[in-house]
């Protein structure tokens, strides 16, 4: 096979040479779309438009612009936080930091978990670095020199998955961030540390590495970016907003029903609970006596 059929998300179908990249497709595509690229998801993976291509497969390019075009800004912070907790914990294992919808994390391996306070210094890292610009720029290395690489660089859960995947022939790209960080990645990225306009470190919670619970536990850091200030505080205002209205918290508050250790994800309904249930539902009468959480181990309850 000397071309590879490559699908667009309207169906059509289009042939290039095999080692083509993504932004090879999209020249051929035409060259406004090629002008306008920043990214791609390659058979579903966010990848940078430098991808190679190897085989058959989908692509979607993303557009300047696009509401795609923020998970680029998402994952650019995830580098950063990542190069800021190894300056912090020198000790750290990385995992792996997409983007999401919302956001972003970074998995970690590290001694402790992280505090409120580290978050706050991990944030004040990841500005410091921001502020010294440290452009994104991709090095391309075959899969051997890649897992020396990572075993150089002190990444050894990345270099014992990369041995596991057995590539041959493959490109492996990396990102480096001046002498501060680098990172195994497929991209992309905005243009340098300096081009995340705007992001914030959010929380920690408790991971495992590959989420396989009976593997080693991580620490993740959950943060989020955005294109302007103004749309990351328009967003914190509304996660503030949300968990105001959080049903677990409004639930306990308004005396409707209740959650226990004994049971967890299940919710004790209290009487008045019962009561706005059934006149929601139109179940029951509202009369009957109400199920009340001492006696839970004799019904079902509904789900809030
Ligand atoms: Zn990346």
């Given amino acids: 096979m000397t071309v590879a059929r490559v699908t667009l998300p309207d169906g059509k179908t289009l042939e290039v040479p095999l080692n083509s990249t993504c ?5 051929k595509i035409g060259p406004r779309l090629a002008k306008d690229a920043v990214g791609c998801f390659w058979n579903g993976e966010l990848c940078a438009m430098e991808q190679r291509i ?3 497969g989908q692509i979607r390019i993303i557009t ?3 509401p795609d075009a923020v998970l680029l800004i998402r994952h650019s912070a995830a580098h950063l936080c990542a190069a800021a907790v190894l300056e912090l914990f020198p000790d750290a ?3 792996f930091g997409p983007p999401t919808a919302e956001g972003f994390y970074y998995d970690f391996v590290v001694k402790e978990p992280f505090t409120p306070d580290d978050l706050a210094r991990i944030e004040a890292k990841m500005r410091e ?8 720029e ?5 899969p051997v020199a890649a897992g020396k690489e990572l075993r150089r ?5 990345k270099a014992e998955y990369l041995e596991e995947l057995k590539l041959k022939g493959d490109v492996i790209s990396f990102y480096v961030n001046g002498n501060r960080f680098s990172d195994m990645c497929r991209g992309p990225h ?12 959010l929380s920690a919670s408790g991971a495992y590495w590959r989420g396989d619970a009976s593997g080693i536990p991580m620490q993740r850091i959950h943060g989020t970016a955005f294109p302007s200030e103004a749309e990351l505080k328009k967003h914190l205002d509304l996660v503030e907003e949300a968990k105001k209205r959080d049903h677990r918290k409004l639930g306990s508050e308004l005396d409707l029903f209740s959650f226990h250790e004994e049971a967890p994800g299940f919710p004790f309904w209290h009487a008045g609970g019962v009561v706005l249930w059934r006149e929601l539902t139109g179940r029951g009468t509202t009369t009957t006596t109400a199920t009340t959480c001492t006696s839970w181990r004799r019904r079902t309850a509904p789900s809030p």
């Fill in 153 to 157: 660089l002190g990444y050894k859960l």
């Fill in 129 to 136: 670095l921001a502020a010294l610009g440290l452009p994104f």
């Fill in 190 to 201: 905005v243009a340098s540390f300096g081009a995340i306009p705007a992001f914030k470190v």
């Fill in 23 to 27: 932004a090879d497709v999209a020249r």
């Fill in 93 to 95: 294992q990385l995992g």
């Fill in 138 to 142: 991709r090095k391309e290395l075959d």
């Fill in 54 to 56: 190897t085989g058959d």
């Fill in 64 to 66: 300047k612009g696009s």
